[in-house]
Nanobody, 121 residues
Framework: QLQLAESGGGLVQAGGSLRLSCAAS????????MGWFRQAPGKEREFVAVISWSGGSTLYADSVTGRFAISRDNAKNTVYLQMNSLEPEDTAVYYC??????????????WGQGTQVTVSS
């Protein structure tokens, strides 16, 4: 079992930065690929980024490539999402999720409760 808890959301002006954290409980954190997803009001949840269990591989949605960076610290059971050059379109609830496989969509069996990110123009 894996429990996930996001933090670090908030209100920021366009062009600003935020760093989200996702703390995991459970000794098997390092065996999971970790993803970030987001859901804006009235829209479906969408993939943002994923990092492999070792941290050696990452993938990003086109909309965040070059602005966001995913990383992890397996010693701290934590995955991060550094978000720079934020835009109002990035406003959403951000979720972290765990997957046995390195994928962008299928197989995410564990989810956090989400953290709100609001970007003002």
């Amino acid at each position: 079992q894996l429990q996930l808890a996001e933090s670090g959301g908030g209100l920021v002006q366009a062009g600003g930065s935020l760093r989200l954290s996702c703390a995991a409980s459970g000794r098997t954190f390092s065996s999971y690929a970790m993803g970030w997803f987001r859901q804006a009001p009235g829209k479906e949840r969408e993939f943002v980024a994923v990092i492999s269990w070792s941290g050696g591989s990452t993938l990003y949605a086109d909309s965040v490539t070059g602005r966001f960076a995913i990383s992890r610290d397996n010693a701290k059971n934590t995955v991060y999402l550094q978000m720079n050059s934020l835009e109002p379109e990035d406003t959403a609830v951000y979720y972290c999720a765990a997957n046995r496989r390195f994928t962008t969509t299928l197989g995410y069996g564990y989810w956090g409760q989400g953290t709100q990110v609001t970007v003002s123009s």
